[in-house]
């Protein structure tokens, strides 16, 4: 994050031909405006923080921003090992693990055949290459409802259905498309005179993939795991479609604690809950707001 | 060490075709310069023979044995890059020691080699940096480096001074002519840049559009080129071509109502009233002294003149035609005179004006 | 070597792609109900669909949540990137402030407008509690005003991505047109109007790719906010096509909504991707 806050400010400064709104009061427009909209934007994850550390009856007397009086951690501890979610009451903690063995696994193969695929892309011509390329990428855009269907009949033909392996094997397979696309484009960035040179030298296919472009590729590598991650990790309609009972991930789980429970409405217990399911992809953003932005930016395809 | 042979070597992209009916042979040691303008299938005929690219048809030996269809690796050759493609992650060291641990050498042997090289080059303190942090000059070394090292039969180099300072360039010229000489090696050098042509070469290739136009030494190609293009395209200022029908044993200039005598080199028989074009270079003109009446001659009024140290370049003019000369600096010319140059005929070069071939 | 390398990724994407495309597309003109069966019916399935009530309201509410959700995300996006480009202090901040739901998933977005509109302790308990006591705010439960609370989360956590899409068109602008154009004396609005913007043209091309993208494929955050309702006030496409598909054992409808997605959808990215990758590869 203070990564991107000095690329960001050099970029500014280096830009001595971008208009101003020349005055004082062009200024305090500017910094009015952005101010305000800051707060409409950080409000609801304040609020969402605030309201999880408070108890029901300070939530009915306090205010979606009020400050908690007596800040509690009960409702963490409930969601996280308490909470009733379909029939069993274990709190979002199994599903948080659930989803964590769903992620390592699908993000590590995904990316790592996305860089073999990306690197044939860029560097090996053959017939028909770009059409190819297109139709995968293609891939990264489809509704997924369109493969709902077949892909529940796939998994249960292979005895996949309602499992783990199985989810992991529908995020390989879509987001391949995407880290396909990734390291392609970085890749073709790479002049092709190192591959000549490498060949000269005597590198084969993989001693040039490993000792000459995997070193100079972790950028592109982080954005495609954090890309990965968060997108898995995100997940809700693979994991609402593909996965039964407590094999869910944890975004599937959040919605059934929040959206099903009986009686009157816990809010604070949801916020937590949303809290802890949102929290991984927030530590990432924080840790490296810089790639998330390029993985962004690069899924749509400019870049 | 070896010698190359390129035998009808022909490529084409599809319907494109790049490279015609290419014949080329050179001895070991020797020093081939490629030289054509851009586009004219250069890289393309040095990748062929690297083995980067597939030829169409033809073949291709090095030290007799046909290598067509055999990798780069095995075909025992080392290039250097334009751009000089180092590895970016690997260190200078491991820059050129890759192509030794790809063909698997004991790492004792391979450090050795390596430094020896970077004896050589004089890169030795700079063996542990990357290429991020060398200049463009010790990067061009650190490429020569890595094509040296493996000891070659032959070296291929793809314009690898293109991307450095005017002197910078001059003085890597010199490196390299001495390291030929030094190591004997067999070297095919492509570049678009005639004066490095000629002071490098013992062979020179001159291609335009996919055709080999001329292959000879430098001194056949300057004093004896084949064509116009040629003719043009090698030597600073260019060859003048001065438009002229031949009348009984003269050349009347067209445009500029002077008559020359037919130069002694022709020696096809030369029919009335044909259309040529008389190739005269620059330094065949100077200043018709009063001591030395003997020869031809013609009036010429001095336009401009650019001195550039050692000479001095004089724009002339014969009626409509422009001629450029190159004097000796302190010959006594100024813009605005009218004076009278000799001419040496011996060497000029007579071309037909439709086809443009030598006579 | 490469052909062994690509052929896994081709072969999974074949099948489960354009296979499963296939496949669902033949499934739409059978008669399927709980299970797949190959009795061809034709259009039958999307004549049901389309005399479904459900999925005209679907459509319907696609069409306002899309026309709002585009409208709204590109103007605040690029409002607030212009404030971003005027050299201001603290810009990572900033930009960093506005991105930052676009790590949270749908369904988290969607609990937390659930709790921030909820109309017992919500905003309007908190206006109310600030002192403006006729304050309501009761779109969630309102059949007819619940798809905005969806348009609402929709922008709030897309926006900052739209910003940073048209901040990078306002950086790869040429600055010596900007001052070419303040020494000819433009004013600064018309510099705005006649020359920035128009050169956003490729950026507002890939915000509203990404955002229509976005939109036909929302499933979660509808879900995790109103699960559809109230009744099936906020039915989406996607939402629809999953009850028929899952709940309501009507795989046929199911497999025509999705086909009626994706050719959408398609009729949008494929001219998009063509013109790409077709400027793409720059040797
Ligand atoms: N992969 C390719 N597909 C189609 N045409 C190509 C390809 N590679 C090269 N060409 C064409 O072949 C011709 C010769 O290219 P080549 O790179 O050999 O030129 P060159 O003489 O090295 O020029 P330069 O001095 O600019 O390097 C050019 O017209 C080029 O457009
Ligand atoms: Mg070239």
Not at chain 1, 41 to 50: E, I
Not at chain 1, 270 to 283: N, S
Not at chain 2, 183 to 198: K, P, R
Not at chain 3, 223 to 242: D, N
Request: with cysteine; net charge neutral.
């Amino acid at each position: 994050m203070t990564a991107m806050l000095e690329s960001s400010s050099a970029a500014a400064a280096n830009r001595p031909g971008s208009i101003r709104w020349s005055k004082q009061f062009g200024r305090v427009f500017v910094y009015g405006c952005l101010a305000l909209l800051a707060l409409v934007f950080l409000a609801p994850l304040l609020s969402m923080l605030l309201t999880s550390l408070k108890s029901m009856d300070e939530i009915r007397a306090g205010n979606l921003l009020s400050l908690p009086s007596t800040p509690t951690f009960a409702a963490w501890a409930n969601v996280w090992g308490a909470s009733c979610i379909g029939v069993t009451c274990g709190g979002l903690k199994g599903y948080f693990g659930n989803s964590f063995l769903i992620v390592v696994p699908a993000t590590f193969i995904s990316v790592a055949l996305g860089a073999f695929n990306g690197y044939v892309f860029a560097q090996w011509r053959f017939r028909g290459d770009n059409l190819i390329f297109g139709l995968i990428l293609f891939g990264c855009f489809i509704p997924f409802q369109i493969v709902l269907i077949p892909m529940a009949g796939l998994l249960g033909k292979l005895g996949l259905a309602g499992t783990i392996p199985g989810l992991i094997l529908v995020h390989v397979v879509y987001g391949i498309c995407f880290t396909t696309m990734f390291f392609r484009n970085y890749f073709i960035t790479v002049p092709a005179e190192i591959f000549k040179a490498a060949r000269v030298d005597g590198a084969g296919f993989w001693a040039i993939f490993f000792r000459i472009l995997l070193p100079i590729s972790w950028p592109i590598v982080m954005v495609s795991i954090i890309w990965q991650f968060t997108g898995v990790w995100n997940d809700f309609l693979f994991g609402v479609s593909f996965a039964a009972g407590t094999n869910q991930p944890v975004t599937v789980a959040l919605n059934n604690l929040v959206n099903t429970s009986t009686g009157t409405k816990a809010y604070n217990e949801d916020m937590a809950a949303a809290m802890i399911a949102a929290l991984p992809t927030i530590l990432i953003y924080v840790a490296a707001g810089r790639y998330f932005l390029r993985g962004l930016m690069a899924g749509a395809v400019k870049g | 060490m070896a010698n190359l042979a390129i035998n009808h070597v022909t490529k084409s992209f599809g319907s494109l075709a790049v490279l015609n009916d290419i014949n080329i042979a050179i001895e070991d040691g020797e020093f081939l310069v490629l030289v054509g303008p851009s586009g004219c299938g250069k890289s393309t005929l040095l990748s062929i023979i690297a083995g980067l690219d597939e030829h169409t048809s033809g073949s291709i030996t090095i030290d007799g044995d046909p290598v067509d269809g055999l990798e780069p690796k095995e075909r025992d050759i080392a290039m250097v890059f334009q751009s000089y493609a180092l590895y970016p992650a690997m260190s200078v060291e491991q820059n050129i020691g890759f192509s030794l641990e790809m063909s698997k050498m004991p790492k004792a042997q391979r450090l050795e080699r390596v430094s020896k090289v970077a004896d050589l080059l004089q890169i030795t303190h700079l063996l542990k940096r990357k290429p991020g942090q060398l200049s463009g000059g010790q990067r061009q070394r650190v490429a020569m480096g890595r094509a040296l090292v493996r000891e070659p039969k032959i070296f291929l180099f793809d314009e690898p001074l293109s991307n450095l300072d005017a002197k910078l360039r001059v003085e890597m010229r010199t490196e390299i002519k001495k390291l030929h000489q030094r190591l004997g090696a067999t070297i095919v050098y492509v570049t678009h840049d005639q004066i490095e042509a000629m002071t490098m070469a013992t062979r020179i290739a001159v291609m335009k559009d996919g055709i080999l136009q001329q292959f000879g030494t430098p001194e056949d190609i300057y004093d004896r080129p084949k064509n116009v293009f040629v003719a043009t395209f090698m030597g600073s200022p260019a060859m003048n071509l001065l438009p002229a029908t031949v009348v009984g044993e003269t050349l009347s200039l067209k445009g500029a109502d002077a008559v020359l005598p037919v130069p002694a080199s022709v020696v096809a028989p030369l029919t009335e009233g044909r259309e040529v074009l008389l190739g005269l270079r620059p330094e065949w003109l100077s200043l018709a002294s009063a001591g030395s009446p003997s020869g031809p001659s013609l009036p010429l009024l001095v336009e401009v003149i650019e001195p550039t140290g050692p000479d001095v370049f004089a724009a002339l003019r014969a009626g409509e035609r422009e001629i450029m000369a190159r004097l000796p600096t302190g010959t006594p010319v100024a813009p605005g005179q009218k004076a009278s140059f000799a001419i040496d005929l011996s060497k000029a070069i007579l071309f037909d004006a439709a086809s443009g071939v030598a006579l | 070597m490469p052909a062994i390398v690509l052929s896994p990724s081709l072969a999974a994407v074949t099948v489960c792609v354009y296979g499963f495309i296939a496949y669902t597309a033949i499934l739409s003109f059978t008669g399927s109900k709980m299970f797949a069966r190959f009795d061809f019916v034709g259009w039958r399935q999307y004549e049901r669909l389309f005399e479904n009530p459900r999925w005209i309201t679907a459509i319907e509410n696609m069409a306002i949540f899309g026309g709002l959700y585009i409208i709204g995300a590109t103007c605040l996006g690029l409002f607030i990137a212009i404030l971003i480009d005027q050299k201001i202090r603290l810009e990572g901040v900033f930009r960093a402030v506005f991105l930052y739901p676009m790590a949270l998933s749908f369904v988290v977005t969607g609990v937390i407008w659930q709790w921030l509109l909820n109309p017992g302790l919500g905003l309007e308990h908190m206006m109310r509690s600030l002192g403006w006591e006729s304050f309501t705010f009761q779109w969630l439960i309102e059949p007819e005003r619940a798809i905005y609370t969806i348009v609402i989360a929709g922008v709030w956590q897309v926006t900052g991505f739209v910003m940073a899409l048209f901040l990078a068109g306002l950086r790869g602008i040429d600055t010596e047109i900007l001052r070419a154009a303040r020494v000819d004396g433009a004013p600064i609005h018309k510099v705005y109007t006649r020359i920035i913007i128009p050169a956003l043209r490729p950026a507002f091309l890939t915000v509203f790719v990404i955002e229509a993208h976005l939109a036909i494929k929302s499933y979660d955050l509808v879900v995790a906010l109103t699960k559809g309702g109230p009744g099936v006030s906020t039915e989406l496409p996607s939402t629809f096509m999953y009850s028929m598909t899952f709940t309501r054992n009507e795989l046929g409808v199911g497999a025509a909504s999705a086909t009626v997605m994706l050719v959408s959808l398609a009729s949008i990215i494929i001219p998009y991707l063509y013109s790409e990758l077709r400027n793409d590869r720059h040797a």
